[in-house]
């Protein structure tokens, strides 16, 4: 059992860095190891038959594919599914595809994990402002949810309270906003266009909480600002091995 995380995939758009050709690890997995996609999961949304070939082809790898959602998603389908409880924590399985599953905001989880520890800790706030969405139509290729309502914000503090503010994980789509000069180029940050209440409720949360490791997407980047933080987009890492590189297994 093992836990693998990587960045956006956008429906059908950067889904082939889970191939075979391009990751042949994946092949090695099964049902028990999860790979957690950092939000901009984006499927489905249109119902083309592209998206349906997707999703048909995730369900069908040798692992289980989670994902906590990002900016790009289509809330007015997720607002349908049903919602179950996993791993301790608030999910929604999807019902024709059920080794594709949501990790809802504000949810702490003990995923199965490597044979020496038994499970994992993991923190899920998925969300993430949409710096275009001025272009973007309400309601089809924008949604209001992108970002957490106050309950979603209270129910993860409720959540990390229980759990003594100590995890071993955190997922999320964006970062606290003092990571975004490592994680942005300097002309967004001279626009001012890159905090909101979700990075500046992350920073918060930074000081906060213990955790290993805090992976998140967004921003399309694959850089490690420090030792405990790591923005993904292609790479597709292994939390095992990440943490024992940095002395944190
Ligand atoms: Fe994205």
Same mark, same amino acid.
């Given at each position: 059992m093992a836990i693998w995380v990587t960045g956006d995939i956008h429906g059908g758009i950067?889904?082939?860095?889970?191939s075979y050709r391009r990751?042949?690890?994946?092949?090695?997995?099964?049902?028990?190891d999860s790979v957690i996609i950092a939000?901009?999961?984006?499927?489905? %949304? *249109?119902?083309?038959n592209d998206e349906l070939y997707w999703l048909d082809w995730l369900n069908n790898r040798p692992w289980t594919t989670l994902y906590v959602d990002g900016n790009h998603e289509c809330y007015s389908y997720l607002e349908d599914l049903p919602v179950t409880e996993r791993w301790g924590g608030k999910v929604q399985v999807y019902p024709e595809y059920p080794n594709i599953i949501r990790l809802m905001r504000g949810q702490v989880f003990d995923l199965p994990a490597e044979a020496a520890r038994s499970t994992r800790r993991v923190f899920t706030m998925g969300g993430a402002n949409s710096h275009d969405k001025e272009w973007r139509t309400p309601g %089809? *290729?924008?949604?209001?949810?992108e970002l957490p309502s106050w309950d979603e914000y209270a129910e993860a503090e409720r959540n990390l309270a229980a759990a003594d503010w100590q995890v071993d994980l955190v997922i999320s789509h964006c970062c606290a906003t003092r990571w975004l000069p490592a994680v942005l180029p300097a002309d967004s940050l001279a626009e001012g266009i890159t905090t909101d209440a979700l990075t500046t409720w992350f920073d918060d949360i930074e000081d906060r909480l213990s955790f290993r490791m805090w992976f998140f997407g967004h921003y399309h980047t694959d850089v490690m600002?420090?030792?405990r933080h790591r923005a993904l987009y292609r790479d597709i890492v292994s939390v095992n091995e990440l943490l024992a590189e940095s002395g944190r297994a």
């Open positions: 950067d889904i082939a860095k889970l990751w042949p690890q994946g092949r090695l997995l099964t049902r028990e939000g901009d999961f984006g499927m489905p %949304w *249109s119902g083309s %089809w *290729s924008w949604f209001p949810e600002p420090d030792t």
